[in-house]
């Protein structure tokens, strides 16, 4: 398929557009001041300030999908959007102003499979507990569609998602470097200025930064950045995020031992490297032991095991015995509806109406919780027809992948394609023990992984095509 854009003028620039970028920012202080006189808030004032930005951010469709990354990076939540879905919407914006485009540029190979889930899902309202919230935070689902429809088109180059792999590994290292520093100063388990949902961001930038460790030729630097997010995850203490991290590194490691001398790599190379790192592995995690004596403590405790204890310390109980509870009431739950499900988002609201413990231990443990469990939570929330179509989608998902490894040929394509496939195969195994890609920052990290993965196979497709021309 043949990619024509027409750009309108590029990203407006604040060169071509000094004017309105100046005016924006000269109404800012009489606003505020007149605000000031009815005795407006500092959150109404901060949103005025606040209001050249979006205006910037409107017109610029770059610098909106780069305030898009890093908005991740915070813990902030408007009503029930997160803040990179409130940014997602400026990237929406930023793209129509930015582009004329033809509808048949919008399309690619993951549509048919999303469109699928979303018929299967829709059911499940028929059962929502309060059905106006569940649509509501639904509409999370649209901006995860525009977010992977829309980044392939524009982004166009190994350029591109370069630029923007890099914001997303440097803000990760930064909050790394955060967590390091806290967990030194504090001894406790801290997650940095990103908050809970850099324990899967970790795990995530340890894999772009291993891939390029690997393929790239600044060994020093992502050796650095590595170590560095090693010892990160080790401080947030969440089991989960280091099995997933632990099981894709693993993978890496195994696919670059079987199949590093095909792309080039020497055999007595990548056994010094696999040496080096075991070493390095074994350093890191004495040294982060050293830092912070606490770092493993979620290892080796999980909590009250005693009736006398559990009595004593209920809230002390450990996160697993606690989610025994949610499971619990999300079966109870799941076998109430078992087809159609409780309603897409429903559980954290609806759960009161399927729980058997204890009413005390249900307001403690699970009440305005999700399940917890990627695979629990869509089975709970749209039943057997849902599960299904979320099947049809995450198959789809990794078929997509995999086919853009077997497409690549050379080095970058190779580079830019594993990349893709092993972050995708991290969400995989994360979803296995959270469900936080199906809601939030994680949900629209999700969709820029899909995005980046879509424009590798546009940029593949077009690669191919200029190779046929020139040797026809």
Known sequence: MQIQLENNAGDVSLKNNKLLFSLALVLVLPTIGIFSLFGTNYLNIILVCASPIVVILAFNLSLAYSFFIISLFTFIYISYASLGEVFSVFVIIAFLISYKFEWEVLKNPLHKAFFVFIALILPSFINS?????????????????????????????????????????????????????????TGMRV??????????????????????????EKRLLYSFTTLVLLIALIYTQTRNSWISSGLSILLIVIQYVRKGSGLGFKKRNIILAVSFAAIMLVVTFFVANSINSNAFARLSNSGPKTSEEIADNLQKIGSVASRVFIWKTAWNAFMAHPFVGIGLYSFPIASEKYYTIDPFIYELFVHFRSPHLTLLAVLTESGIIGMIGFFIFMTTIVRYFRSNI??????????????????????????????????????MLWSIILGFSLANGRILECNHRLSSAEMT
């Open 191 to 216: 997650f940095g200025f990103a908050g809970l949902m850099y324990v899967d961001y970790v795990g995530i930038a340890l894999v772009i930064s291993l891939m390029r460790l690997i393929y790239g």
């Open 406 to 443: 077997s497409k690549s040929r050379t080095y970058e394509e190779i580079f830019y394609s594993n990349t893709m496939w092993w972050l995708i195969v991290y969400i995989i195994i994360s979803m296995l023990m959270t469900d936080a890609w199906l809601w939030g920052q994680l949900m």
């Open 129 to 185: 507990f309060m059905l106006v919230t569940p649509v509501f935070v639904s509409l999370r689902l649209v901006l995860f569609l525009f977010i992977f429809t829309l980044t392939p088109v524009f982004i166009t180059s190994y350029k591109q998602i370069e630029k923007y792999l890099s914001i997303f590994l440097f803000f990760s290292v930064l909050n790394g470097l955060h967590i390091i520093y806290l967990a030194f100063a």
